[in-house]
């Protein structure tokens, strides 16, 4: 069965480039007033949103959209029933298993907040964790891999930050890490990919488009190709493995953006989609429920409520739907098993990647073994890799990471 599953024979005489087309739909509106600077997370595949500024004051107030219903339901504030001046906008947040966070922000008599609160989605409570190891801050960009978050950048009361922070939720600490290798930027946008994080535009004084990679198991920062759109700060972003967007935000025309860019991983590239449907607007929120994106709120001189979902292109290599599968061991120096819900799992494919992008599936043995997959990869540099498995019928597909050693 060797090297079997990299190819599908059935599917040789279908064009890979068939896609179909990606569109917008709106949705039901969020609760409360129209709102912009809010912080959100997604929980057992529900959406929150949290916080942020309406036309009259910041908030504390969190709401939680269940997409299968297409409607918003009222969560608990921040600090639960009885804190006061907890409310705020620009805040950090993410979410990690079970639990969202939110640290950092600006509210309406603080400027600068470094605290952080953890929200419980099994018990529906907020309990105050560690507070955010540098200095107080808002607007800095944030994302979360393999159970820990990463923060970094912003404003603080001495102006611009580069610094960069991980956050353990199962110790409660905070880390500092190397610095952020672009300029000091408050605004910028970022997202989880695959295996490392992305960064990209923000206001360093003047507005940014340069977009860059963080590779926690090293510690390091790559820069990659630079967003085409205009340079812009206020976007937001989402991930999707092999792709990433960043969409909306203001740019240096001080005009309010509705354009949608989608990055791939494996190429380096940057390929216009379809607009938002919805007005142009800066400082969104956007989330990523079962492969698919939802955007809304934000402000372009009126407080937004009106929210939307983005059906992505799908074509046999873009499969926006995912399935559980895991590695063991890992790091291994010879032999990898990956387990999961495999179906058909004789008919499926699998692809390696290094973390550039370079395909490498030709440099691995694959069998089948008690209904896993088992990888020889004593050929392969020792390095990070990531797989990718996509199921018979080409519906769904896994990520993960391999560590050779």
Known sequence: MKKLLSTIVALSAISFASYSQDYWQQKDS???????????????????????????????????????????????SIGGPNADGLDRGSASTFSIGTKGYICLGQGQTNPYFKDTWEYDSETGAWSQKADFLGSARRQAFQFAVDGFAYVGGGQDATGLKKDFYKYDPTTNVWTQLNDFAGTARRQATAFAM??????????DGVLKNDFWMYVPSTDSWIQKANFPGTPRAGAVSWGIFPTGFIATGEDNTFTYKKDVWEYNYFANVWVQRTDLTGPARKNAT?????????????????FLDDFYAYYGIVGLDEVSKTFSTSCFPN??????VISGDLTHLSQSTIQLYTLTGTNVTDQIDINLSNNNLKLSIDKLAPGNYIYKVINADHTASSTGKIIKL
């Open 194 to 203: 695959g295996a490392e994080g992305y960064v990209g535009t923000g206001d």
């Open 30 to 76: 969020v609760n409360g007033a129209g709102k912009s600077v809010c912080g959100f997370f997604v929980l057992q595949n529900q959406g929150f949103i949290v916080g942020g500024l309406d036309e009259y004051s910041f908030k504390r107030k969190m709401y939680s959209y269940n997409p299968i219903q297409n409607d918003w339901d009222d969560e608990e």
């Open 331 to 336: 790091p291994s120096v010879d032999q990898v």
């Open 286 to 302: 956007a989330f990523v429920i079962d492969g698919i994106a939802y955007l809304g709120t934000g402000y372009n001189g009126t």
